[in-house]
């Protein structure tokens, strides 16, 4: 027999959709432990009958709670809470942003110059070896403390201001915007683990051989040409992300 979900009503007069406030209250029951995984939901014709919606307003609720991937559904058996999964885990760097952001932060520019690309700048850009390529170098500052060194390569193209428009970053805001701006289709980043190398140890004030993280964004237009490519090196004791998994009994 299900566990009863009939905790609380659907209210008719709230501007949530219904379908939102089923999803809100079996979040809830999984939440507090009311259900647990393994136990079944309640069918279909159950929900339908104890909160008084239409089978296409549980339909909804019950697609939802699968893509929060808090219950699943197996065709015949029924629908039924999932266990926690770590593997579900995704971290978005809006939190990382957030912390970045949270106090006194500046963006120092070290160099800007228009450089001939070599092998793996004209690789990453897909141009020719040899041809220009504008060359940016940041430190990003928290306070006084150096908390990200940054290098880009973007194309060349004498006929928009780049460099102009880049000299004027002077926030962490404006930088991680410039990054998403208009014009730009896709983005690919990635982060990985390194020790820093001797320049970069010497930017942040650290030693040598200090872990830290880099993270490689290259974007493209919307002819799919890569437009820009770089990295941030980040401290490792200024570098955290958080997630969390499972249902929220506040949310």
Same mark, same amino acid.
């Given at each position: 027999m299900p566990p009863d979900t009939q905790a609380?009503?659907?209210?008719?007069?709230?501007?949530?959709?219904?379908?939102?406030?089923?999803?809100r209250m079996v979040? &809830?029951?999984i939440a507090t432990g009311a259900l647990r995984p393994g136990d079944q939901l309640p069918t279909e014709g159950q929900f339908c009958t104890q909160y008084a919606v239409s089978p296409m307003t549980v339909r909804r609720a019950i697609n939802i709670l699968v893509e929060k991937g808090l219950v699943s559904t197996t065709h015949g058996r029924g629908t039924f809470v999932k266990p926690l999964d770590i593997g579900r885990a995704t971290f978005r760097l809006q939190e990382l942003k957030n912390q970045w952001t949270s106090g006194?932060?500046?963006?120092?520019? %070290?160099?800007?110059?228009?450089q001939s690309a070599d092998e793996r700048v004209a690789r990453k850009l897909a141009i020719p070896i040899g041809e220009r390529a504008?060359?940016?170098?940041?430190?990003?500052l928290q306070g006084e403390t150096p908390a990200m060194y940054h290098r880009e390569y973007l194309i060349y193209d004498p006929r928009r201001p780049v460099v102009e428009d880049q000299l004027q970053i002077t926030s962490l805001e404006g930088l991680l915007q410039g990054q998403s701006g &208009?014009?730009?289709?896709?983005?690919? %980043?990635?982060?990985?683990?390194?020790? $820093? !190398?001797?320049?970069?140890?010497? $930017?942040? !004030?650290?030693?040598?051989?200090t872990a830290a993280f880099r993270l &490689?964004?290259?974007?493209?237009?919307?002819?799919?040409?890569?437009?820009?490519?770089?990295?941030?090196?980040?401290?490792?004791?200024?570098? !955290?992300?958080?997630?969390?998994?499972?249902?929220?009994?506040?949310?």
């Amino acid at each position: 027999m299900p566990p009863d979900t009939q905790a609380k009503k659907i209210n008719r007069a709230s501007f949530e959709p219904a379908y939102m406030q089923l999803v809100r209250m079996v979040s &809830e029951q999984i939440a507090t432990g009311a259900l647990r995984p393994g136990d079944q939901l309640p069918t279909e014709g159950q929900f339908c009958t104890q909160y008084a919606v239409s089978p296409m307003t549980v339909r909804r609720a019950i697609n939802i709670l699968v893509e929060k991937g808090l219950v699943s559904t197996t065709h015949g058996r029924g629908t039924f809470v999932k266990p926690l999964d770590i593997g579900r885990a995704t971290f978005r760097l809006q939190e990382l942003k957030n912390q970045w952001t949270s106090g006194e932060i500046d963006v120092a520019l %070290l160099e800007a110059s228009i450089q001939s690309a070599d092998e793996r700048v004209a690789r990453k850009l897909a141009i020719p070896i040899g041809e220009r390529a504008i060359f940016i170098r940041r430190l990003v500052l928290q306070g006084e403390t150096p908390a990200m060194y940054h290098r880009e390569y973007l194309i060349y193209d004498p006929r928009r201001p780049v460099v102009e428009d880049q000299l004027q970053i002077t926030s962490l805001e404006g930088l991680l915007q410039g990054q998403s701006g &208009e014009g730009l289709r896709r983005g690919e %980043l990635s982060i990985e683990a390194v020790t $820093l !190398k001797e320049e970069e140890a010497e $930017l942040l !004030k650290v030693p040598t051989g200090t872990a830290a993280f880099r993270l &490689e964004h290259i974007f493209h237009d919307f002819e799919n040409h890569p437009v820009s490519w770089g990295w941030f090196i980040c401290r490792a004791d200024r570098f !955290k992300l958080t997630t969390c998994i499972g249902a929220d009994a506040d949310a």
